[in-house]
């Protein structure tokens, strides 16, 4: 079931098309990427998807029916660009933000406080956020945008800013919350980061799309059956790599081992990376 | 209502700031001080003012007698020559000698004083009036006048406008008063647009630079968190103006309980003094009834309605647009392009407030008061003078349509502009914004 469904959403500023008919469905659940260069579009959608800005055309549905005021309450945001009021308390913001998402002040201290202590940051909730490090600003922000626990998660680039050890405790909050039920969207330019959390993803480039699909799948579309082989020659020549193009791997395969000593065999799938940037330069040109 | 939660937001934080308790606590104490301080001043001055003994070297023998000694001041009058009378000052047993040579003349019109220490002022002055008054009963005889028909044809002339006006009949008008009275709610009106505007202003623009304004518009909505920062600027606003009040209230009383009235009255009466000297006669009617009667003759009730009614029509429709320049711009510096042809309109009637006030019902008056960007000063400096009640209707009118209007455009511009980084913006491209 497709907990989020965008279909042909188009949006224009002025005369230049920022979108054109975008069309996507995410399953519940899951965790989809929106990959695409600088300007592609990405963040024009995602504030389709907060209700910041409205399609010209095209419809979002959440859960089978379409966008409403009150399903703000239903959705976590954080934006790319991102920030706090400098002269406020932690705690407080915190709680200010909470409540703009629909939640009681009570409520909202309360389930502050047990995520402040799961992140060790408890001590933090008196002090001024200008007093904090961006870091630290940053581990305020994800707690902001998921303390309503939201069932539909919206990241923009959530990594920036991070270092690898608060990347990798992100990651595991990200798929928790997957695990608990929650359905994300994210955007990124982080390749490694889509292959290990992303079960389907979407490309766009100048407001097009350009690919979509499981992680898997496409990886399959796009290998250029190339194969990484070892093996030691029977002439006692010692451990020999190729990197062989073959149609055939069992073709490929036997004719090695008529040749020497199988040591490994793997095919060489192409790295998200790289189909990004193919895809990106030859839509391009 | 989640506007709630914004006007909380924007109206606590601005409170528990140090510069703003500082500021409000701060000003009453400065007011209080502007009020008393002339005041006590005045006493303070009287009390190092001892008495002081004046010797009189009278050579041309006309004064003799004639310098009557005051409260603070003694004459005495002595034959000695006046290097003697200089050494008696010296000595101290004199805190002055008044000399006066013989001349050729008639009439004498020099003096010189003499002394260790500086001679106040009121000395100085109550003797010229003395020797003044002397000479002139002198040269009066001269000519053959009786001085005394001249005392009794001396008359002061006081002539009062009074305003015809259909509802209460004859009334007395009191322009200055009425002039200053307008005057002191313009600048009120003036100055909360500017400074709490300006405050909107700031705020948008923080949220701008800040980068928190996307989280916030993406569980509000624009509009909401505009007006909620407005509505909540503009309770700062009368906070404070409130605790102005009360404060400056409460200060003043308890610095008066300090100071003995006896002496801020005779304060007064020093101040007056040379007024009276320069043969103005204060009429019988008093200044107190006639404080009264300007009192009475104003409809305070009615010009606090206008007040508050275009107060809240004139922040709100300035502030409006303050809060699209701070969406549109990226920073403070920026603003100026935009702020000042806003300022511009406000400070034409700030400007022509002498203007309106000598012509209260000319059609310069009467335009200014009905623009809705200069009537919230405009129609203040008239509205003391009486206006018919249609002219504020229409005005007021004009001014909450415009400032629909114009808050209806500036959630579009703010709308468009607070997610907008690091891009000049232009008039130009504000006019486009308004039509998204």
Known sequence: MNFLEINNVSKSYGTKKVLNDISIKVPQQSIYGLLGPNGAGKTTLIRILNQITMPDTGQVLLNGNPLTPNDIANIGYLPEERGLYKKMKVGEQAIYLAQLKGMTKKEADKRLRHWFMKFGIASWWDKKVEELSKGMQQKVQFIVTVIHEPKLLIFDEPFSGFDPINVNLLKNEILELRDKGATILFSTHNMSSVEELCDNIMLINKGEKILEGSVYDIKQRYKNHSYDVVYRPFDGTGETHLTVNSENPNELISDIISKGELVSFNEILPSMNEIFINLVSSSNQ | ?436
């Open chain 2, 1 to 436: 209502m989640k506007i709630g939660i914004i006007i909380e937001r924007e109206y606590l934080t601005r409170v528990k700031k140090r510069s703003f308790l500082l500021i409000t606590f701060l000003a009453p104490i400065f007011f209080a001080a502007l009020m008393f301080l002339p005041a006590i001043l005045m006493t303070q001055a009287e009390k190092f003012d001892e008495k002081k003994t004046i010797a009189v070297v009278d050579e041309s023998t006309m004064f003799i007698g004639k310098i009557d000694d005051t409260d603070f001041n003694t004459f005495i009058y002595l034959n000695d020559d006046i290097e003697d009378a200089k050494g008696l000052v010296k000595e101290g047993i004199y805190d002055g000698v008044l000399y006066i040579p013989a001349t050729t003349l008639t009439v004498p019109t020099n003096a010189e004083i003499y002394s260790e220490k500086q001679i106040p002022m009121s000395v100085t002055s109550h003797i010229r009036s003395s020797m003044k008054n002397v000479v002139e009963r002198q040269k009066m005889l001269a000519s053959g006048i009786d001085p005394e028909i001249v005392k009794a044809s001396a008359t002061s002339i006081n002539v009062q406008t009074i305003r015809m006006s259909e509802k209460d009949g004859e009334q007395k008008s009191f322009s200055e008063f009425e002039f200053f009275l307008g005057l002191f709610l313009a600048v009120i009106i003036y100055f909360v647009i500017f400074l709490f505007g300006a405050q909107v202003m700031r705020g948008v623009i923080e949220e701008k630079t800040n980068r928190i304004i996307e989280v916030i518009v993406s569980s509000v909505k624009p509009f909401e968190l505009m007006m909620g920062k407005i509505i909540g600027i503009a309770l700062v606003g009368l906070t404070q103006f409130l605790l102005w009040g009360v404060l400056t209230l409460a200060i003043s009383g308890i610095a008066s309980t300090f100071l003995p009235t006896q002496d801020v009255f005779s304060a007064g009466t020093i101040m007056n003094e040379p007024i009276a000297e320069m043969g103005v006669e204060t009429t019988d009617s008093g200044t107190l009834t006639e404080i009264f009667e300007i009192i009475n003759s104003i409809n305070f009730k009615d010009i606090l309605w206008c007040f508050i009614l275009y107060f809240i029509g004139g922040y709100f429709l300035y502030s409006a647009m303050f809060a699209a320049i701070g969406a549109a711009v990226d920073n403070e510096t920026d603003t100026q392009q935009f702020v000042t042809p806003i300022s511009l309109l406000l400070v034409i009637p700030m400007v022509s407030s002498s203007l309106i006030a000598t012509a209260p019902d000319s059609s310069f008056a009467l335009w200014l008061s009905m623009i809705p960007f200069t009537s919230p000063v405009g129609m203040m400096l008239r509205i003391p003078f009486g206006v018919p009640i249609w002219q504020v209707a229409v005005s007021v009118a004009i001014l909450y349509i415009t400032f629909i209007v114009f808050t209806w455009l500036a959630s579009k511009v703010y709308r468009t502009g607070i997610l907008m980084y690091g891009k000049k913006v232009s008039w130009k491209e504000i006019f486009r914004w308004m039509k998204y």
